[in-house]
């Protein structure tokens, strides 16, 4: 269980943290009192503008790396080349820190920070957010999407289940949901169970203020680990169709499809 300062974030942790697991890329820099953040286009364009954000923010700030506590970034499921670039990042900067000596990482869930920026959304800046059970949806593209829930109060989030690849169709949110998140609701409007009309949807990205807030937490509970170990989290170990799978898809949609009346 963690649990994530829900409005400020403690003024002795010096963090930079980043995602590039979606089509946006968010980069944010807090020294513990103030923040600065930076976002752009994701994805393959994140391979070439991650480290020139990163550098201005450390400008802007007057922080170099070495002063930092830790390097935080979202490490999946999401984008098989943003996920590849954050982590190539990450173990790099990690490393290249205090003249070698290197800095810890600490890797965070995507569908974690999807859950934490809805939440953020719902609750505000000011005042303690009733419980509430999110659960988180990303585009996995391929005519699926991640799923995974997570349970807030008091401050504290837990995970609800494990993450789950799954078709827009088959979504079952946990029974306590009272809340959907993530970026699904347009790409996949008319394929989504109408049941869920009855809970509140908010458009959210795993961003990276959500990941600030839920790192020093998640810091406190030894999640930090070595630059050798930023590693991605992959759900799918498939980045494309077959021609044969994608005909057989759209095949399937069309018969699924109702019959058009003339």
């Not at 509970?221 to 021609?243: I, N």
């Amino acid at each position: 269980m963690y649990a994530p300062e829900p409005y400020l974030m403690p003024k002795f942790l010096k963090f930079l943290a980043f995602d590039t697991s979606t089509d946006r890329m968010s980069v944010a820099l807090t020294d513990g009192a103030s923040l600065w953040q930076h976002s752009g286009p994701g994805g393959a364009q994140a391979s070439v503008s991650l480290i020139p954000a990163i550098l201005a923010l450390l400008a802007e700030s007057g922080m170099t790396l070495g002063a930092l506590d830790a390097i935080v970034f979202g490490r999946g499921p999401g984008s098989f080349t943003g996920l590849r670039t954050a982590c190539a990042v990450a173990q790099g900067l990690a490393f290249g820190a205090n003249h070698g000596a290197g800095i810890p990482v600490l890797p965070v869930d995507t569908l974690m920070a999807v859950a934490e920026e809805a939440r953020f959304q719902q609750a505000g800046r000011r005042g303690e957010a009733a419980p509430v059970v999110i659960t988180a949806l990303l585009d996995a593209r391929m005519d699926e999407m991640y799923v995974q829930s997570y349970e807030f109060g008091s401050g504290l989030c837990r995970p609800v289940n494990g993450c789950e690849l799954i078709r827009p169709e088959n979504l079952v949110p946990e029974p306590a949901a009272r809340l959907l998140a993530g970026n699904v609701f347009e790409v996949y409007a008319a394929r989504l169970p109408a049941s869920l009309a009855a809970l509140a949807c908010v458009a959210a990205l795993p961003t990276a203020t959500a990941l600030l807030r839920l790192a020093p937490a998640l810091a406190a509970a030894g999640q930090c680990v070595p630059a050798a170990l930023a590693l991605p989290l992959y759900v799918r170990d498939k980045v494309a169709q077959t021609t044969e799978e994608r005909a057989q898809a759209k095949a399937a949609l069309a018969l699924a499809a109702p019959a058009a009346h003339p």
